[in-house]
């Protein structure tokens, strides 16, 4: 009889929601994420820095895939994040075959979810009602640097 | 009588080809980005600094973003890198409404292009025979960290 051990994703996405409450407490946008290898290791977490650093190019999963470092394959890694990716998450995502996408929610935002799964990424919605209030209660307080941050007007 | 002035593409694109040739002289993947205003000034540059700066995440395009800082929109921006983008950076461009990309080639790479054209991303291919041999030269020369860079084992 074989055992097949599956990851603890609700496990995992806690890691991503530190660092999304790490992101708030520092004054920016709660958007955590976390690349994990599919055996649970921990490779790389991040957060939206678009404020602490001003820097528009770090969202939750590119900070993640950046503190991972150097990767020769994404093949058997996992991306945990507190919100499902936008369009440039999802292509990082797709780029590098990362192959399955964990995320805490997808009310506040959803674009890329579709096109993902439509090239074989497994996205599990773990709906998580901590996820959404979070990051809903900050869209509502700060609509300006939202849209800023989603690129729109 | 309106005068439009158009943009000097292959001006822009000079830009970019400098960036990534000093990526090549640091040692790099010579792929370098600009990203402009529509009005020709120059908002930000990059290059591919995975190997000089050990980070994934800096693609070309993705490093130019960066280096752009925060901007309220980019509708009215012009992304110029010298190679057609990746996935990865197809994502950006769609994300944040950038409506124009100047590509010096899309020989040697060219995933993302029909994706955003179906998306009304008008792509402009200069076909640089510089480009080409360039990047090309370097992958022959280099294939194990081309296939890193674009997530290929």
């Known amino acids: 009889?074989?055992?097949?051990?599956?990851?603890?994703?609700h496990l995992m996405l806690n890691t991503a929601i530190q660092q999304a409450q790490k992101g708030l407490k520092e004054g920016g946008i709660p958007i955590g994420?976390?690349?994990?290898?599919?055996?649970?290791?921990?490779?790389?977490?991040?957060r939206n820095r678009r404020i602490q650093n001003?820097?528009?190019?770090?969202?939750?999963?590119?900070?993640?895939?950046?503190?991972?470092?150097?990767?020769?394959?994404?093949t058997n890694t996992?991306?945990?994040?507190?919100?499902?990716?936008?369009?440039?998450?999802?292509?990082?995502?797709?780029?590098?075959?990362?192959?399955?996408?964990?995320?805490?929610?997808?009310?506040?935002?959803?674009d890329g979810v579709d096109w993902l799964?439509?090239?074989g990424i497994k996205v599990i919605d773990l709906h998580s009602?901590?996820?959404?209030?979070m990051l809903g209660n900050y869209i509502r307080r700060n609509p300006d640097i939202w849209n800023e941050d989603i690129g729109e007007e």
């Open 54 to 74: 001003n820097d528009p190019s770090l969202h939750g999963e590119t900070d993640a895939f950046r503190n991972a470092g150097r990767q020769l394959s994404y």
């Open 78 to 110: 996992i991306m945990v994040t507190t919100l499902a990716p936008c369009w440039y998450c999802s292509g990082l995502i797709r780029q590098f075959k990362i192959k399955t996408v964990i995320v805490g929610e997808s009310v506040n935002f959803s």
């Open 33 to 46: 994420a976390a690349l994990f290898s599919t055996n649970g290791t921990l490779l790389g977490k991040g």
């Open 117 to 119: 799964k439509q090239n």
């Open 129 to 133: 009602e901590e996820c959404i209030t």
């Open 1 to 9: 009889m074989k055992t097949v051990i599956t990851p603890d994703y």
